[in-house]
């Protein structure tokens, strides 16, 4: 299984009221031929914070392998980590978009496993998790487009590994039979931790009880 690793920083935004401050590190990528070429990008800027995987290769089926249609199935997995950067703000749940297509027999699972980690890497205890089947039964087609949320149980929580797991398989037909997919978004939703709230909370209290006192 070839398997690649990189590692990447984006910094956000800096306003609280935006809750965008995040660092994404230490991706993993495996999966042979289905994980040749994977690109991460993160957001530039502008109130998005997320991570977007870009896999060109990410295919089986009717044009796939050498000699074409050799390639039947496959597996692909992609791991990142990400940790919030903006002061008392803190991860609750991820959103979780997948994009790709299936065609004849064509059919994609997809699972991810989220995990809160500490500061060294070490796992803690799963956060969530989330998976998924597409096929020509429940996904008319040919495109697929999914939009989920992984929440966290109502925890807050400073670290974060995603692992996403993805099985494609297009058994050969007389139809046109492909499993594809193209893209895999992550955006991680931040909020003020619970005591950073409730100390705005006392002194929106105090202003308050100050303008009173002086009319």
């Known amino acids: 299984m070839n398997k690649i690793v990189l590692t990447a920083a984006l910094v956000v935004g800096a306003s609280i ?5 995040v660092q994404f590190y230490n991706y993993i990528f495996s999966g042979g031929p289905l994980s040749v070429g994977i690109t991460a990008s993160v957001a530039s800027g502008g109130t998005a914070n997320a991570i977007t ?4 290769n990410a295919h089986v089926g ?7 249609g050799s390639l039947r199935f496959g597996s692909l997995s992609i791991q990142y980590d ?18 790709g297509l299936i065609l004849g027999s064509g059919e994609i699972y997809f699972r991810e496993d989220v995990f809160e980690i500490d500061s060294m890497g070490n796992e803690i205890q799963l956060l969530g998790s989330k998976s998924v089947t597409f096929n020509s039964q429940n996904n008319p087609g040919p495109n697929v487009t999914w ?8 925890r807050q929580v400073r670290y974060i590994r995603a692992k996403k ?3 494609l398989v297009a058994i050969d037909t007389q139809a046109l039979d492909i499993s ?3 893209f ?5 939703h931040l909020v003020p931790e619970p005591g950073t709230m409730a100390a705005l909370g006392l002194g929106i209290a105090a202003m308050l009880r100050r303008k009173r006192s002086k009319k």
Do not use: C, H
Not at 53 to 56: I, K, R
Not at 147 to 154: E, H, R
């Open 147 to 154: 939009n989920s949320t992984i929440t966290f149980g109502g």
């Open 17 to 21: 009221a935006s809750a965008q401050n």
């Open 184 to 188: 895999l978004n992550q955006s991680p």
């Open 53 to 56: 995987f870009s896999t060109p």
């Open 165 to 167: 797991y993805m099985d």
């Open 82 to 99: 990400a940790k919030s950067l903006a002061g008392n703000m803190y991860a609750n749940e991820v959103g979780v978009n997948l994009g």
């Open 62 to 68: 009717d044009n796939s392998g050498a000699p074409p």
């Open 180 to 182: 594809r997919v193209g």
